[in-house]
C-alpha cells in the first residue's frame, strides 16, 4: 500500500460507493474551499492500483508563519473497522503533513459511534463502535477541547420502503395537522430560479427563525453556482398563493351555506376571509414565506439552511418546506433525509431538536472531532487563540 495524491475522477469513483461518503468530502466542497482561501489535496491508499481509502484535505497558512494548518472536513473516507487500514492512513497522512510544515489534522468522521435513543441513551444491543473511537486515541488523535467545527449530533429520516402517506402518518399529529391546513391556506413549494438568488440571501440574513449551516454568506453566490452546477443543490420557496387561500375560504363557505359543513366552522372561517382579504390588500396575489437550501448528493438529501420570514412564523411555513423536501427526497429516490445538526443539548429546552423530533425520526451521534498533531507547542498556542476568540477552524484566514 501507498498514499498519493489522487485525480478528481479516481476520488469521486472512490467515494460513491463508501457508506461515509458526505457532501464535504467532495470535487465541489473542494472548490468552494479554494475560493474561501484554502488549499485542497486529494489524497489516497493505493493498493496495486485500487483506492482503498480517500479524503479531501484542505489546507491554510497560519497568519504570519509559515506553518499551516489541515482539516478533513467529514473525513476520512474509510472503512474504519479495518483496523490496519487505519493506522496506515495515518501514519502517512502524518507524514505527508509534517514535510509541509503542519502543525495538526482536525478531522470530524461521518462516522457513527453507536445506537441511542432520542434522549442521547445507548440502545441496548443496539450498534457500537466504541473500538473505532479506541484505535483513534491510539493513534496519537485527540479530541478537540476547543470551538466544535461541524455537529456530533445528527438527525435523520429513514425514507426506505416507505410512502408518502406512511410517511406523513409517521409524523406527530399535530404535525400532520399543520401540513394539511397548510395546503388548504395555499402554501406552495418550488425550486427558486438563479434571479431569486437575493431574495433567498435577504431572508437568511434577516430571519429571526432561521437553522444556518452555512458558514461563509459572502460566498454564497459561488456557493450556489458550483454546486448547482453539479445537480447538488435545491434551493426552495415556500409562498402563499393568497387567491388559492381566499378561493378555498369560499368554497367552505360555500358549503357551510349548503350544510355539507358544521356551521360550527362558520365563525372560524369569517376570520380567515378578514384575514386573507386583509393579506391581499398588502402583498396582492402571492407572499414569499421562507425558504431553505438542500444538499442532494449519495443516499441522503441534507437541509444545511432554513429561514423563516419573520411576518410569517406564525402560519407554520416551516412545517411545509421540510414535508415537501422529504416527499422531493423520497420522489428522487434518496434513502435518507438528514434534518442536520442538532447541537449537544438534547432536552426539551432545544427548539430545533423538539422540532425534528416531530418527524419521528432517528437521532445518530457521530465518533466526534480529533486533532492529530505534529507541534505540540504551536498546537497549543492555536488552541488557546482559538478557544479565547471562539473560533472554529474554518474561521481563521491566511
Not at 509541509?100 to 470530524?108: P, S, V, Y
Not at 470551538?147 to 445528527?154: D, G, H, M, R, S
Not at 429571526?208 to 448547482?228: A, G, M, P, V
Request: charged share 25%; with cysteine.
Amino acid at each position: 500500500m501507498k498514499l498519493r495524491e489522487i485525480n478528481k475522477k479516481e476520488f469521486f469513483d472512490f467515494c460513491k460507493k463508501e457508506s461515509t461518503n458526505n457532501f464535504f468530502q467532495t470535487r465541489e466542497y473542494a472548490e468552494l474551499s479554494r475560493k474561501k482561501g484554502w488549499y485542497t489535496y486529494f489524497l489516497g491508499v493505493d493498493q496495486n492500483g485500487k483506492i482503498r481509502a480517500a479524503t479531501l484535505l484542505l489546507s491554510r497558512n497560519l497568519k504570519f508563519s509559515k506553518f499551516k494548518i489541515f482539516y478533513a472536513p467529514r473525513g476520512f473516507i474509510i472503512n474504519f473497522k479495518d483496523l490496519e487500514l487505519v493506522r496506515f492512513f495515518t501514519k502517512e497522512i502524518k507524514i505527508f503533513i509534517e514535510e509541509k510544515k503542519g502543525i495538526f489534522l482536525r478531522i470530524n468522521p461521518y462516522h457513527p459511534l453507536k445506537q441511542i435513543d432520542d434522549s442521547g441513551n445507548y440502545v441496548p444491543g443496539g450498534f457500537n463502535n466504541q473500538k473505532s473511537l479506541e484505535v483513534l486515541n491510539q493513534l496519537g488523535y485527540k479530541r478537540n477541547q476547543g470551538v466544535i467545527t461541524a455537529p456530533q449530533f445528527l438527525y435523520t429520516l429513514d425514507l426506505k420502503g416507505k410512502n408518502e402517506d406512511e410517511l406523513l402518518t409517521n409524523c406527530s399529529q399535530p404535525y400532520q395537522k399543520i401540513i394539511l391546513d397548510n395546503i388548504r391556506r395555499g402554501f406552495i413549494t418550488k425550486e427558486i430560479e438563479e434571479n431569486q438568488l437575493p431574495t433567498v440571501f435577504e431572508l437568511i440574513s434577516n430571519s429571526r427563525q432561521k437553522i444556518n449551516f452555512i458558514e461563509d454568506l459572502s460566498l454564497f453566490n459561488e456557493f450556489y453556482q458550483i454546486f448547482k452546477e453539479s445537480n447538488m443543490l435545491k434551493i426552495y420557496l415556500v409562498q402563499m398563493d393568497i387567491d388559492l387561500y381566499l378561493e378555498n375560504l369560499q368554497k367552505e363557505k360555500e358549503n357551510i351555506d349548503a350544510g355539507i359543513m358544521d356551521q360550527n366552522h362558520y365563525s372560524q372561517i369569517s376570520k380567515e376571509l378578514e384575514l386573507v382579504n386583509n393579506l391581499q390588500y398588502q402583498y396582492g396575489h402571492k407572499v414569499i414565506l421562507g425558504c431553505n437550501i438542500s444538499i442532494y448528493y449519495g443516499r441522503e438529501v441534507t437541509t444545511i439552511v432554513t429561514a423563516i420570514n419573520n411576518k410569517f412564523i406564525e402560519f407554520n411555513p416551516l412545517y411545509t418546506l421540510t414535508w415537501n423536501t422529504i416527499k422531493d427526497a423520497k420522489k428522487n429516490g434518496f434513502e435518507i433525509y438528514n434534518f442536520y445538526g442538532v447541537g449537544n443539548n438534547l432536552s426539551d429546552q432545544n427548539p430545533i431538536y423538539q422540532y425534528y423530533k416531530g418527524f419521528h425520526g432517528d437521532l445518530i451521534q457521530l465518533i466526534g472531532e480529533f486533532d492529530l498533531v505534529m507541534n505540540e507547542f504551536i498546537y497549543k498556542r492555536y488552541c488557546e487563540y482559538s478557544f479565547k476568540h471562539k473560533k472554529k477552524i474554518t474561521d481563521f484566514k491566511k
